[in-house]
Each structure stands twice: as structure tokens, then as C-alpha cells.
């Protein structure tokens, strides 16, 4: 197997989550003492939290850049940015290193266009909702996604900053997320894409008023993809 880098940290649960789809893939495919060849660069997430105006960002894809050295330089043969948010410096850490960066969101128009949906709805937090680094990957492959509504972008943004990077996954924020689902399905939604790995937390993924697309589950699977040789 090829062997994968992981830029994690941002936050830990995210990074945690990671590790463990990608190993359960890796021992479905290869039989239960099989784990996967994989290095994690765990970013301090206390400076890439929040980041508001150009320099925060700037400053953040320096920090992510370097990270993916690191890691090709260890022997990564392919990289993971662990956090949705951060695909917004992709192309800077693209960039940096001459191994392949796998993106999250071009996995999941993948994943969308070959199941045939065509309207979807995003949610994560503001900057994965609001910009277009990430929607415009979806809107490439003719998904049409739902227009953002800023009530729903204000409660989702303050239940994964508040509650859910800090590991606390409440009942009232379970059925504030079950609220907009449905809203969303009422909306003419065909099915959502969670784009923040933390969200799993509050989410039933496999069983919900509508199809969910799972970012992290769906770039895990592409990382074992690329381990076995199929990418």
C-alpha cells in the first residue's frame, strides 16, 4: 500500500475521525490485522481557529504548506487537509509540494454527479457556506446547490465553534440540526452534504430525512483508494 499523509489538528476530533475511517476501510479491504501506512502532521488548532480577514489566512496557508513538506518529506506519496474550512488555501498547499493533494470537495461532486443528484444543500461552517472555494467544486460538476440561509449559517457556525470542537455534542443541538434537515428537504433538497467532519457528531448519517453525504467518510475512502493503487 501506498502511504498517505494526513495534515490534522484542526480539530483533533476531526483528525480522529480520519484515522479511524481510513484504518476500518484499509481492514475491510485487507483482513482485521491489516492498518493503514499513514503519517499525521496534528496541527495546533488554537492558531488557525476562526480566521477572519487576509493575513489570518495567509498566515494559515503558510502554516498548512509547511505541514505538507513535512510530510512529503517523511514519505507521504499523497496528502489529506483533515478540516473542510481549510481547503480554502488548497492551492498554496498544493503548491508546496510536488505529491498529489487530494480535495474533499472534488471527491464529493464525484460521489453526487455519479449517484445522479442534482440539488443539494451545503452546510458546515460560515466559510465552507458562504464562499465559493468550496461551492464552486459542486456547481463544476451541474449540482445545483440551495442558497445558504443566514439563519441557518449563524446556528451552525456557533454549534461546530461553541460546541462541537470542543468535543460536546447536546441534545438541543441535535435537534436544531434535525430542524434544518427538514427544513431543507422542504426546500426541494435532494440530499446534504455535511461539510464539516465535526457535524458526524450531532448527525445520524446513515438514517436521516434525507441522503447525507458525509465529506470525511467520502475523502477517507478516496485516501484508501489511492493506498491500494486505484488513483
Known sequence: ????????????????????????????????????????????????????????????????????????????????????????????????????????????????????????????????????FYRQKLIARDIELLPPEMEFVETLDRIIYDELLLGKATRQSERELKTILTNLSQDGAEAVVLGCTELEMIVDVDANVLPIYDCTRIHAEAAVAWMMGEG
Open 1 to 132: 500500500m501506498r502511504k498517505i499523509g494526513l495534515i490534522g489538528g484542526m480539530s483533533w476530533l476531526s483528525t480522529r475521525t480520519y484515522y479511524e475511517h481510513i484504518n476500518r476501510l484499509v481492514q475491510a479491504r485487507k483482513g482485521m490485522q491489516a492498518s493503514a501506512p499513514m503519517l499525521i502532521d496534528n496541527l495546533d488548532f488554537s492558531d488557525l481557529v476562526r480566521l477572519s480577514n487576509a493575513d489570518d489566512w495567509k498566515r494559515a496557508a503558510a502554516v498548512l504548506a509547511d505541514s505538507a513538506k513535512r510530510l512529503e518529506g517523511a514519505g507521504a506519496t499523497a496528502l489529506l487537509i483533515g478540516a473542510n474550512s481549510m481547503h480554502k488555501v488548497y492551492a498554496d498547499v498544493a503548491a508546496a509540494v510536488s505529491v498529489p493533494v487530494i480535495h474533499i470537495a472534488e471527491c464529493v461532486a464525484d460521489r453526487i454527479a455519479g449517484d445522479g443528484r442534482r440539488k443539494v444543500a451545503l452546510i458546515g461552517t460560515r466559510n465552507v457556506m458562504l464562499e465559493s
